[in-house]
């Protein structure tokens, strides 16, 4: 029996589902750099707890744009979107988004991790502080995606 160092990346799931709260900025950010990172390797897709889901965020778009990437025509998607589609992997990116995937995956053999993000919505600012706290959003979840998805 081999043991697995603790270096090692975890195996690379065969689907993988991030959730925020309203699916504008952190989810369907991480589901566009995972994408872009992964390419066709597993089904990828994000939604958003909130009942009250908005559109993309125009920062995002214009962040994930500076990383070669569009993004602009997300749509946000809730639970009822993807009801009848199972993930082997569920990442959530906020505190409520994890207290709803962990009450989604109670009785399923889902995997379920917390990835504490910060919130670039909440930066008050010109548009370089904004812009500069979604870049760093962008390049933490590219880093921890990188990381956790070996494709």
């Known amino acids: 029996m081999t043991q697995k160092s603790k270096t090692e990346a975890p195996p690379l799931p065969n689907s993988v589902l991030f959730v925020c709260n309203f699916n504008s900025v952190r989810s369907p950010m991480a589901e566009a750099i995972a994408k872009y990172h992964c390419g066709n390797k597993i089904y990828?897709?994000?939604?958003?707890?909130?009942?009250?889901?908005?559109?993309?965020?125009?920062?995002?778009?214009?962040?994930?744009?500076?990383?070669?990437?569009?993004?602009?025509?997300?749509?946000?998607?809730?639970?009822?979107?993807?009801?009848?589609?199972?993930?082997?992997?569920?990442?959530?990116?906020?505190?409520?988004?994890?207290?709803?995937a962990l009450e989604l995956t109670e009785n399923d053999a889902t995997d379920v991790e917390y990835w504490p993000v910060e919130d670039p919505t909440k930066v008050l600012g010109n548009r370089d502080s904004i812009m500069s706290a979604f870049r760093a959003l962008r390049d933490d979840l590219y880093a921890k995606i990188k990381t956790r998805l070996s494709c």
């Open 44 to 100: 990828i897709d994000s939604f958003g707890v909130s009942e009250k889901l908005t559109k993309i965020n125009p920062f995002v778009v214009s962040v994930m744009e500076e990383a070669g990437i569009d993004i602009s025509g997300h749509k946000a998607k809730d639970y009822d979107d993807l009801i009848d589609t199972s993930f082997d992997l569920i990442i959530a990116l906020s505190p409520q988004a994890h207290k709803k």
